[in-house]
Every structure is written in structure tokens, then in C-alpha cells.
């Protein structure tokens, strides 16, 4: 089974705890192979209040969280059962399994946060196939020569000849 990316609804203003509880529950229940990150949907804002500029951090979608797992019966209790989850978005309830966002609106809401999809550790390496999703090189393929802490050097074709190019982690995505 792959993972893939659920939103779970929790208690509003608790975000940070059920996040928190979550990775401790993934780690001492032995769920590490099924919970892999938990994100809560942020993003910095410019707000310039009497003359003063501020930079504030706003929830996205306050009340959730989410979560990129393995759907197995396990991990659907483990994390159905952590304190402050009210539930799964896209279960029809009844013990039904929730349903996994689609690959675009994962890397809509990541590419907000600056991050990506892509989990540098374990999916991307040197010479992994990769589509570019963003930027001057949107829509073109390549082939991963190293990575950086942010920044990836891609080998693509451009017009008939192999160019290195360098492009942000957020901007691409594994090739199918």
C-alpha cells in the first residue's frame, strides 16, 4: 500500500497538540512504518498594523491537520483515537476509511507552505526521474545530480542537449 496524504479534523486551537501527540503515539506504538509526517496547513502573513509591519504566522484551514500515512487498520486507530481528533475528512463515518487527498491539492497547499511532497530522505536521490510542477522549467523532466538543503540540480534536455539546471524542492515532483 502507498502512502498518501489524509486531513484530520481536530478541536479548533489544538492543532499543535494533536500534531504533537500524533508523532509521540506514531513513535512509542510502533507505527513509524505508517505515520510518516504530520503538517498543520500555515502560512506566513505581512501585516502592517499603525505604521508597524508584522510577519504572522495564519492557519490555512484552522481545526486541521495533515497527515501522510498508510492506510492500515492500525494506523486508523492510532490516530482516530488521539486525543483531540474529531475524525477523518472524506468518511462517511460507519467505520469507513476516509478518503486520501489527490496528489494536486497536497502539493497546492504544501507549495503555499514552501515545502514539498516529496520526502527528501527516503523518496529523492541522485538519479531519481522527477517532473518540474513550477517555474521556468514547468512541465519539463529531469534527472536528480544532487540535492541541497532546499534546492535540487537537475539534469534536463534542453533543446536536444543535457543542462544542469537548479530548481527548489518545492517545484518538482517524482516522476510516475
Known amino acids: 500500500m502507498d502512502k498518501q496524504w489524509y486531513v484530520v479534523n481536530t478541536y479548533s486551537g489544538h492543532e499543535s ?3 504533537e501527540k500524533l508523532e509521540m503515539r506514531a513513535e512509542s506504538m510502533d507505527m513509524k512504518d505508517y505515520i510518516f509526517r504530520v503538517i498543520i496547513p500555515e502560512q506566513k502573513e505581512v501585516e502592517v498594523k499603525d505604521g508597524v509591519t508584522k510577519e504572522k504566522v495564519k492557519k490555512m ?7 501522510e500515512m498508510i492506510m492500515s487498520d492500525e494506523a486508523w ?4 483515537n488521539t486525543p483531540g481528533v474529531t475524525g477523518f475528512i472524506g468518511s462517511s ?9 489527490q496528489p494536486y491539492e497536497v502539493d497546492n497547499i504544501l507549495r503555499n507552505m514552501g515545502i514539498s ?7 529523492l536521490k541522485e538519479g531519481s526521474k522527477v517532473k518540474i510542477v513550477a517555474g521556468p522549467f514547468n512541465g519539463m523532466f529531469g534527472t536528480v545530480e544532487s540535492i541541497e ?3 535540487v540540480i537537475l539534469n534536463v534536455d534542453l533543446f536536444g542537449q543535457a543542462t544542469s539546471v537548479e530548481v527548489e524542492m518545492n517545484q518538482i515532483e517524482l516522476a510516475g
Open 77 to 80: 486507530y492510532v490516530v482516530r
Open 117 to 123: 511532497r516529496i520526502d527528501v530522505d527516503v523518496d
Open 93 to 101: 463515518g460507519k467505520g469507513a476509511k476516509p478518503t486520501p487527498l
Open 17 to 19: 497538540k494533536v500534531k
Open 149 to 151: 538543503a532546499d534546492k
Open 61 to 67: 484551514f484552522p481545526g486541521y491537520v495533515l497527515i
